[in-house]
């Protein structure tokens, strides 16, 4: 081609078309330039997808991560919850003699003793944030959400999961020291050891601190799990992968029509919880429902707890704790939610 050109020029010339040949080779180089803009645009449209691929792998490699702590996350919260309810039996004098001498045992015994830790994968976050500046427009929306859930939930996470260890490590310490029957405690639990266990104030004031410590990580684990669950889901919608969300995700079985949102949003009041045994303790707790982007939300007012509800079936919702039954009029609006949990039965009343 080059030689072509060269031919051309040649002969204009040797037949002295001076003018022919300036508009020529003004040509030829408005030729190359447009040849060079033209690879410059194709080389940057590779390194742009070559670039893209590599943040989309390493989003993958988020996702992985946040589906071994999401499960992780959920047994931690089983976990702390059968210890909280067992340590609120402990307060109220609940416990008795033959719990302590039963086949499950260990539970009672220890439920101050143990603690279940999470420690948060965070390989693919850091390599995100070693590419920064090469992050593709259409993901920089995952930044934000992706920081709160590395910085503030990792955090906090960590800070309570040191703190349970501490009371746990505390509590061991003090009974090795003060209490001759603690080295056999697990073989044979002497008649002295279950005196101290059902009866000892200072001892049920490190059940209290241990429910402290573990009440605010079940807390921050909660928050970080409907983050961690809405940033995979993100990331399923921007890259495309997987297609379908694993079970691990929560989300809605029946997709709720605008006219179920409008049904259920508004505010609420939990009127009374009741406990298996029958017992029923009156509550005037106020509530709020709202659409969110994934899921409805559920708000303690007093205490800005939001608990994320999905829907089971036109007239049930669940969350991580509870199934809950909607309670309709005959214009098909919510009037009453009952809530089941393992500990007991909360009714919850829509109010205007």
Do not use: C
């Not at 302590?100 to 976050?125: D, P, T």
């Not at 703190?163 to 209490?179: F, H, P, Y």
């Amino acid at each position: 081609m080059i030689k072509f050109f060269r031919k051309i020029r040649q002969n204009l010339l040797s037949e002295k078309q001076t003018s022919k040949y300036f508009k020529y080779a003004i040509g030829e180089i408005v030729l190359v330039v447009i040849g060079i803009l033209i690879a410059l645009q194709i080389n940057n449209w590779n390194e742009k997808r070559k670039n893209e691929n590599k943040i989309t792998t390493v989003l993958k490699e988020i996702q992985k991560d946040l589906e071994e702590d999401i499960v992780k996350s959920k047994a931690l919260f089983t976990y702390y919850n059968k210890r909280d309810s067992i340590i609120q039996l402990a307060l109220d004098n609940k416990l008795t003699r033959e719990n302590y001498l039963s086949a499950n045992r260990h539970e009672f015994i220890y439920v101050a003793m143990n603690a279940f830790h999470l420690k948060i994968h965070n390989n693919g976050y850091k390599k995100l944030t070693d590419n920064i500046d090469n992050i593709p427009e259409k993901y920089q929306e995952l930044i934000s959400p992706l920081n709160e859930i590395y910085t503030y939930n990792k955090y906090e996470i960590d800070k309570f999961d040191i703190r349970i260890d501490k009371v746990t490590d505390r509590l061991i310490d003090k009974l090795a020291a003060s209490k001759p029957w603690y080295h056999g405690l697990y073989e044979n639990i002497s008649d002295d050891a279950i005196h101290f266990f059902l009866n000892d104030s200072l001892y049920k004031n490190d059940l209290d601190i241990y429910r402290n410590a573990s009440g605010n990580l079940g807390r921050h684990i909660s928050s970080f799990n409907q983050n961690a669950s809405n940033v995979y889901r993100t990331i399923a919608e921007l890259t495309g992968y997987p297609k379908t969300l694993p079970d691990f995700i929560p989300h809605h079985l029946i997709e709720p029509t605008p006219q179920d949102l409008e049904a259920i949003i508004g505010n609420y009041k939990m009127v009374k919880f009741t406990t298996p045994t029958g017992e029923v303790m009156p509550l005037n707790e106020p509530i709020t429902i709202k659409a969110g982007k994934y899921s409805l939300e559920l708000t303690i007012v007093n205490s800005s707890n939001t608990i994320f509800l999905y829907y089971k079936s036109t007239t049930e919702l669940y969350d991580e704790e509870a199934t809950s039954t909607l309670v309709k009029n005959d214009k098909n609006q919510v009037v009453k939610i009952i809530a089941k949990y393992d500990d007991g039965e909360a009714e919850l009343i829509k109010i205007e």
